[in-house]
């Protein structure tokens, strides 16, 4: 098995319910990257087993609290577990600043290097990552705030074509995300809302399951993963029928669920 995502958090916003917010750790043939880092995540990284040292790399779409709050006690408490090894943050800027004025007014101290990438670009694909396992480009989503979704491409270690993930969380609907994520094995996108609230997503700038499952069709992906859910639906439907409607390979992300990406025929 080569890459596989371990679902942490999959609601939107508000901790509640049997969602807790954004967080997942993918897994590329043994590596593990961290990918948004909600209130719950390092219970959530106990309770699936996934050895909080074993953690070296952390990547922050954008800084709202309910993808990036739980990133001071998760960094605690690596230190407090005797962590000497560096972590290598990538997040938008100011994330470095917060973090670091936490650890200085709350008398808290992290023994062990962090090595920051703050990324602040507005347009085009970057590099932020790379070690022999894979590499990690950033592109500019349209949110609120500044945010940035992912593509990881897994290095080449036999002769298949490399496995490709992309996240992308939060963003409003924009046709321009395609090129990022087009032929992705797994596309996780957020879909905060269904159908009938599109104006309400684009006046936040969140997607519906319908422009989510949009995007994937236009990017041409093998599957579609749907996270970020709102706490208004407490089941799987209209969400799926809606995003299945545009794009039939659609699941919906729940709490503490395992997905194994593989080339789908
Ligand atoms: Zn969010
Ligand atoms: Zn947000």
Known sequence: MNMFLSILGSGAALPIGARRCSAQVLNVGGFKLLIDCAEAT????RYNHLKLQSLS???ISHLHGDHFFGLPGLLSTMHLCGRTEPVFIAAPKGARQVIETTFELTGNHVGFPIEWHEMDFTDG???IFENQRCIVDAFPLDHSVPDYGFRITEKPRSPREPLVYAYCCDTAYDER????LRGADLLCLECTF???MEPLAAERKHLTAGQAGRLARLADVKQLLLTHISARYREDEPLIGQAREEFPNSILAADNMRIDIKKQN
Not at 42 to 45: A, E, F, L, P, V
């Open 125 to 127: 694909e970057q590099r």
């Open 57 to 59: 790399t952390i990547v």
């Open 194 to 196: 269904a159908n009938d």
């Open 42 to 45: 390092q219970d959530r990284i």
């Open 177 to 180: 995300l395609v090129e990022h």
